[in-house]
């Protein structure tokens, strides 16, 4: 899901992007050629590693949010409940599952690494963030669900 959004945004970004048509007339404004000095530093702080601090952070984050989603599926489960977003098989099977939540992080750095590939370093950083709220929100709802009692007859 996080990939098929990541594809669609690249995608986008690249027709906002594009070019104008040859056939409309551009004027050029004057150039004034800043200090050599100014200049790398603007280029340096657009430019970072990707597995700068900032990004070992918001992955670990990511990281940390799935395994709260997982144990939290699990207490989920064990209380009756049903899953929503995949089979109870899956979750019923804990190593699959764990499996499911480590793919998951590996995708959202992925996607980040692509953004930062092509140069959108906000939407690299907001992968991890936005990825890490939802997973957090998600396992907290787990365990704020009441406890499904099964009905006994008299």
Request: with cysteine.
């Amino acid at each position: 899901m996080i990939l098929l959004l990541a594809l669609a945004t690249l995608i986008g970004a690249s027709e906002v992007c594009a070019q104008a048509p040859a056939t409309e007339t551009q004027t050029l404004s004057p150039v004034v050629a800043a200090p050599a000095e100014k200049n790398q530093n603007k280029e340096q702080m657009r430019e970072h590693r990707f597995w700068d601090k900032e990004n070992d952070w918001l992955f670990a984050g990511v990281g940390a949010a799935r395994t709260f989603d997982y144990f939290s599926t699990l207490n989920l489960r064990r209380r009756g409940d049903q899953e929503i977003l995949v089979t109870n098989d899956l979750v019923d099977n804990h190593a699959a599952f764990a499996v499911v939540e480590a793919v998951g992080t590996g995708v959202s750095i992925g996607a980040s690494y692509l953004f930062h590939r092509y140069g959108h370093h906000k939407l690299e950083r907001w992968t991890s963030i936005v990825h890490f709220g939802l997973a957090t929100s998600g396992a907290v709802r787990n365990y704020c669900l009441k406890t499904a009692h099964p009905r006994t007859t008299p």
